[in-house]
């Protein structure tokens, strides 16, 4: 039987045919996956760099271009484009095997060329260099892959937006090896998490006929390249062309993923877009799939902090998972309404009674600080009771006393922690009396219900957005399995930490020292959006939730496009009628509304933007209301979490609105929760902008917003 691979640019490009002439590629592709005769419908081309590359007749109008085994049944899938291009693109690029990795490379020798008389020329005025040999010795770039034909190229680099020109010019890997030294990364690293991961895919060469030397670089080439068993699994890869995550794991995703067992719990970290989501969804796959086959369903828990976040994680298990039986061993659930299904149980069903609108409970942490006359504002009193009281699972006012407050910058004597606690009894004793529990207080008590019974009613447990919980869940979480190999498998990013909760993993008994991957590789959003929404966080470096510090050194994209668009207005209906144009020249560009998204920081705002592209004959409907089909979507910045658009507007983001003034802590009050409030604030607006996969504008009427200082009056690069 042939092997057949296929590219990713090959699934891109087949995306965005009509779908007669999807139909059509399949047709005659099929052959291919069938072995039957694929060979005789192949083209050679004259004056090409190299004779393997072959093209294949779809339509009049449409060619394939397949790369073809010298000897052996093996045949790679590259690009689907006009009869023209087509041949023009097959004369000028050539396939190789990576040195380090011996994956499949494509490099395209014309512009190889061209580009190296540029940078020569170059040179003569420009004598820094990116890559100096002092600094990155010969043996050393190729160890890491970069072959000696590209070596000459690279000397001539002088900074990095000159090897950002080149990126559809050099070889893939190659170009990931030098972007990631360019952007901070040491050889060492490149080698553990590019060239090694890439190498580890090796076993799977076992799958090529002996001797085919095309079929086994294939299948060295995780992330780029999917190797295709047969007609049925082509058609399956094809009908779904834009949910290529499910087909292309990079090998340093592919690795965290399907790492056999880990002997404890372990974690996956990367900035927005570097598919820690797709690694959580394919790890409880892989879970799901070596379980015992006594294992009852369900038994693998995928878990976020929010419904809307859950009900995205279901719909990807649906599109990932084919087999019912594997499938049915994984639920999905948010954290908060699995502990509220154990309380419930625990209490004979009835539902309880919660309290979750926050300016309530302010509220009544306000009358109760005037009844007991004490000098503590609502804000203060309520973010102790939560950063530690319920974080610290602190139950009597010895505890109190002794306990480490650890993020919050007042101090507090004896004397003043005591009249803390006389606030928190009496807060607590009137939710009792009033049979009321918050979010959180549900989640202790799950936990205290598990612990008590000894019930652990999951094997495994994968969370995504591991950021945003609270110690009480992650208490929960912890009762939920019992420790031992493959436990926990965690998937966050603190740079988008929205709700402000800080966590010592290890403190409470998740231990991830040793079995902690991180991912730098964005492969959501372009490099021009990406490192423009970095600058907004001007030197941040939050916590990683196990007492270090998350960083973002080499993160990058290998994606390019246009530079965000900002634009201040002066008045409110001026920045909805700018809006409004800008989103009829999206669709007329030919972006569907459903691929648009709308940002903003009060709902309210949202509504008023709906109704204005409403009038202008563009559909559109609010996230959470109810409403779905097509139409632009528009939410506020926290329920933009977990999404993506191609095009994104983040609107009305001035001054005293982001950040919201009622979302900060007073300085006065406490001066260090006061930044860790503001570092929530400039991580929404962060999360938000990183939505958009290929355009965004972010807009304001009045001042701006102070977060956009950076990229409004600084570089814009």
């Given at each position: 039987?042939?092997?057949l691979?296929?590219?990713?640019?090959?699934?891109?490009?087949?995306?965005?045919?009509?779908?007669p002439?999807?139909?059509?590629v399949?047709?005659?592709?099929?052959?291919?996956a069938?072995?039957?005769?694929?060979?005789?419908?192949?083209?050679?081309?004259?004056?090409?760099?190299?004779?393997?590359l072959?093209?294949?007749?779809?339509?009049?109008?449409?060619?394939?271009?397949?790369?073809?085994?010298e000897?052996?049944?093996?045949?790679?899938?590259?690009?689907?484009?006009p009869?023209?291009?087509?041949?023009?693109?097959?004369?000028?690029?050539?396939?190789?095997?990576?040195?380090?990795t011996?994956?499949?490379?494509?490099?395209?020798?014309v512009?190889?060329e061209?580009?190296?008389?540029?940078?020569?020329?170059?040179?003569?005025?420009?004598?820094?260099?990116?890559?100096?040999?002092?600094?990155?010795?010969?043996?050393?770039?190729?160890?890491?892959?970069?072959?000696?034909e590209?070596?000459?190229i690279?000397?001539?680099?002088?900074?990095?937006?000159?090897?950002?020109?080149?990126?559809?010019?050099?070889p893939?890997?190659?170009?990931?090896?030098?972007?990631?030294?360019?952007?901070?990364?040491?050889?060492?690293?490149?080698?553990?998490e590019?060239?090694?991961?890439?190498?580890?895919?090796?076993?799977?060469?076992?799958?090529?006929?002996e001797?085919?030397?095309?079929?086994a670089?294939?299948?060295?080439?995780?992330?780029?390249?999917?190797?295709?068993?047969?007609?049925d699994?082509?058609?399956?890869?094809?009908?779904?062309?834009?949910?290529?995550?499910?087909?292309?794991?990079?090998?340093?995703?592919?690795?965290?993923?399907y790492?056999?067992?880990?002997?404890?719990?372990?974690?996956?970290?990367?900035?927005?877009?570097?598919g820690?989501?797709?690694?959580a969804?394919?790890?409880?796959?892989?879970?799901?799939?070596?379980?015992p086959?006594?294992?009852?369903?369900?038994?693998?828990?995928?878990?976020?902090?929010?419904?809307?976040?859950a009900?995205?994680?279901?719909?990807?298990?649906e599109?990932?998972?084919?087999?019912d039986?594997?499938?049915?061993?994984?639920?999905?659930v948010?954290v908060?309404?699995?502990?509220?299904?154990i309380v419930?149980?625990?209490?004979?069903?009835a539902?309880?009674?919660?309290v979750?609108?926050q300016?309530?409970?302010?509220?009544?942490?306000?009358r109760i600080?005037?009844?007991?006359?004490?000098?503590?504002?609502?804000?203060f009193?309520?973010?102790?009771?939560?950063?530690?009281?319920?974080?610290?699972?602190?139950?009597?006012?010895?505890?109190?006393?002794?306990?480490?407050?650890?993020?919050?910058?007042?101090?507090?004597?004896?004397?003043?922690r005591?009249?803390?606690?006389?606030?928190?009894?009496?807060?607590?004793?009137?939710?009792?009396?009033?049979?009321?529990l918050?979010f959180?207080?549900?989640?202790?008590?799950?936990?205290?219900?598990?612990?008590?019974?000894?019930e652990?009613?999951?094997?495994?447990?994968v969370?995504?957005?591991?950021?945003?919980?609270?110690?009480?869940?992650?208490?929960?979480?912890?009762?939920?399995v019992?420790?031992g190999?493959?436990?926990?498998?965690?998937?966050?990013?603190?740079?988008?930490?929205?709700y402000?909760?800080?966590?010592?993993?290890?403190?409470l008994?998740?231990e991830?020292?040793?079995?902690?991957?991180?991912?730098?590789?964005n492969?959501?959003t372009?490099?021009?959006?990406?490192?423009w929404?970095t600058?907004l966080?001007?030197g941040?470096?939050?916590?990683?939730?196990?007492?270090g510090?998350?960083?973002l050194?080499?993160?990058?994209?290998?994606m390019?496009?246009?530079?965000?668009?900002?634009?201040g207005h002066?008045?409110?209906?001026e920045?909805?009628?700018?809006?409004?144009?800008?989103?009829e020249?999206?669709?007329a560009?030919g972006?569907?509304?459903?691929h648009?998204?709308i940002a903003?920081r009060?709902i309210?705002?949202?509504r008023?933007?709906?109704?204005?592209?409403?009038?202008?004959?563009?559909p559109?409907?609010?996230?959470?209301?109810g409403?779905?089909?097509?139409g632009?979507?528009?939410?506020?910045?926290?329920?933009?979490?977990?999404l993506?658009?191609?095009?994104?507007?983040v609107?009305?983001?001035m001054?005293?609105?982001?950040?919201?003034?009622?979302?900060?802590?007073?300085?006065d009050?406490d001066?260090?929760?006061?930044?860790?409030?503001?570092?929530?604030?400039?991580?929404?607006?962060f999360?938000a902008?990183?939505r958009?996969?290929?355009?965004?504008?972010?807009?304001?009427h009045?001042t701006?917003?102070?977060?956009l200082?950076p990229?409004i009056?600084?570089?814009?690069?």
């Amino acid at each position: 039987m042939a092997t057949l691979g296929m590219h990713r640019d090959f699934l891109m490009e087949f995306a965005a045919l009509e779908k007669p002439v999807q139909k059509r590629v399949f047709e005659v592709f099929e052959k291919f996956a069938a072995a039957t005769h694929a060979g005789l419908h192949l083209e050679k081309l004259t004056h090409q760099k190299d004779p393997r590359l072959r093209t294949i007749r779809i339509t009049d109008f449409w060619r394939g271009v397949v790369l073809k085994a010298e000897s052996g049944d093996s045949y790679l899938l590259l690009k689907v484009l006009p009869h023209d291009k087509a041949n023009d693109w097959a004369a000028k690029h050539r396939a190789s095997v990576n040195e380090a990795t011996q994956g499949i490379e494509i490099r395209n020798d014309v512009a190889l060329e061209r580009a190296t008389a540029g940078l020569r020329a170059l040179a003569a005025d420009e004598p820094s260099r990116l890559f100096p040999t002092a600094e990155y010795p010969d043996k050393v770039l190729r160890s890491l892959g970069v072959d000696k034909e590209i070596l000459p190229i690279i000397r001539l680099v002088p900074d990095e937006a000159h090897l950002e020109a080149l990126h559809k010019v050099l070889p893939e890997q190659q170009y990931d090896v030098l972007l990631g030294l360019a952007t901070g990364m040491k050889p060492e690293e490149i080698d553990r998490e590019l060239v090694q991961a890439y190498a580890r895919t090796a076993v799977e060469s076992a799958r090529a006929s002996e001797g085919d030397e095309l079929g086994a670089a294939m299948a060295r080439s995780r992330g780029r390249i999917a190797l295709v068993s047969g007609a049925d699994e082509l058609l399956e890869i094809l009908q779904r062309p834009f949910d290529a995550w499910r087909v292309f794991l990079h090998p340093s995703q592919y690795r965290v993923a399907y790492q056999e067992s880990y002997a404890g719990s372990a974690r996956v970290t990367g900035g927005p877009g570097t598919g820690k989501t797709v690694v959580a969804l394919h790890r409880a796959y892989h879970l799901a799939r070596h379980l015992p086959a006594d294992a009852p369903d369900g038994c693998v828990l995928l878990t976020t902090y929010t419904k809307d976040l859950a009900a995205e994680l279901q719909r990807c298990i649906e599109l990932l998972i084919m087999e019912d039986a594997v499938r049915a061993k994984i639920r999905v659930v948010n954290v908060d309404a699995l502990a509220n299904e154990i309380v419930r149980a625990d209490r004979g069903g009835a539902p309880l009674k919660l309290v979750f609108d926050q300016k309530e409970i302010t509220a009544r942490w306000a009358r109760i600080a005037r009844r007991l006359n004490l000098d503590f504002t609502d804000v203060f009193l309520d973010q102790e009771w939560r950063h530690v009281v319920l974080a610290h699972a602190v139950a009597t006012p010895e505890e109190y006393l002794k306990v480490l407050r650890t993020g919050r910058g007042s101090g507090l004597g004896p004397l003043k922690r005591l009249q803390v606690w006389r606030a928190v009894s009496a807060f607590e004793e009137q939710l009792r009396q009033a049979g009321e529990l918050t979010f959180l207080q549900v989640c202790a008590e799950a936990a205290r219900v598990l612990d008590g019974s000894g019930e652990r009613p999951f094997r495994h447990v994968v969370v995504d957005e591991a950021q945003d919980l609270h110690p009480a869940q992650w208490r929960f979480l912890r009762a939920l399995v019992g420790s031992g190999a493959d436990d926990l498998f965690l998937a966050g990013d603190t740079h988008q930490r929205i709700y402000g909760n800080r966590v010592s993993l290890r403190s409470l008994g998740v231990e991830v020292v040793g079995r902690s991957y991180r991912l730098r590789v964005n492969y959501r959003t372009t490099q021009e959006i990406l490192a423009w929404s970095t600058a907004l966080l001007t030197g941040e470096k939050p916590d990683d939730m196990d007492d270090g510090k998350e960083t973002l050194a080499g993160y990058r994209s290998t994606m390019h496009g246009e530079r965000p668009e900002t634009a201040g207005h002066v008045s409110k209906p001026e920045e909805m009628a700018a809006l409004v144009a800008q989103v009829e020249k999206w669709t007329a560009s030919g972006v569907d509304t459903e691929h648009i998204g709308i940002a903003v920081r009060f709902i309210q705002f949202g509504r008023d933007i709906a109704k204005a592209l409403e009038r202008a004959g563009i559909p559109a409907f609010v996230l959470g209301a109810g409403r779905g089909g097509a139409g632009v979507r528009i939410g506020t910045m926290h329920r933009m979490k977990g999404l993506e658009f191609r095009c994104v507007a983040v609107a009305g983001v001035m001054d005293g609105t982001v950040p919201m003034k009622s979302a900060v802590t007073p300085v006065d009050v406490d001066a260090q929760q006061h930044q860790e409030d503001v570092n929530s604030e400039l991580s929404v607006l962060f999360v938000a902008c990183t939505r958009a996969r290929e355009a965004l504008r972010v807009s304001w009427h009045g001042t701006p917003s102070p977060f956009l200082a950076p990229v409004i009056s600084g570089p814009r690069d």
